[in-house]
């Protein structure tokens, strides 16, 4: 509750008096303690000030890493990679081979009935049982969008089973 009464002084310039009823008129009003990411404590630990400034402004910083090898992919020969797409209900094997945002094929093995029967079974083709190339009517912009995309395709069919 300490925070929240702290950004609402600062946020709005004003300062809450609390219960002032065993308070005289003649003292100062009371002064808040610093909130609990100033000091380095409490809960959230020495990077909650950085959440609460994202939070604030809505700023949102790119994680370090690419988002493929966050999921778990893994870059074999040259412009091969290797990988899951991962939803919260299931995973799919996976093949890129990336040269360019115009030269690249999307592989997934195994793509569920609902993928195939919904609005956008037309964008997997079989080339072998069971294993299906991926076309985009509007190109990824790179490799993370890619893997992104197909797992969003995933988790909503995944959802329809």
């Known amino acids: 509750m300490g925070l929240l009464r ?5 946020l ?6 609390g219960n002032s009823s065993n308070r005289g008129l003649s003292e100062a009003p009371r002064q808040w303690p610093r909130p609990p ?3 380095g404590g409490g809960p959230g630990g020495r990077h909650a000030s950085r959440r609460l400034v994202h939070l604030l402004t809505g ?33 799919r094997h996976g093949v890129i081979k990336w040269n360019s945002p115009h030269d ?3 592989y997934v093995h195994d ?17 072998k049982p069971g294993k299906f190339r991926v076309h985009f009517a509007q190109l990824p912009q790179d490799l993370n969008s890619a893997i992104f995309y197909i797992e969003t395709l995933l988790q909503e069919a995944f959802e329809h089973e």
């Open 59 to 91: 700023r949102v910083h790119r994680p370090a890493r690419p988002y493929w090898q966050v999921r778990g992919w893994r870059r074999c020969a040259g412009n091969l990679f290797l990988g899951h797409f991962k939803t919260r209900l299931g995973r």
């Open 104 to 106: 690249f094929s999307v």
């Open 37 to 39: 990411y100033a000091r």
């Open 111 to 127: 793509v569920p009935s609902a993928i195939l029967a919904g609005p956008h079974g037309r964008c997997f083709q079989e080339v």
């Open 12 to 17: 709005t310039g004003q300062r809450s008096l």
């Open 6 to 10: 702290w950004l609402l002084d600062n």
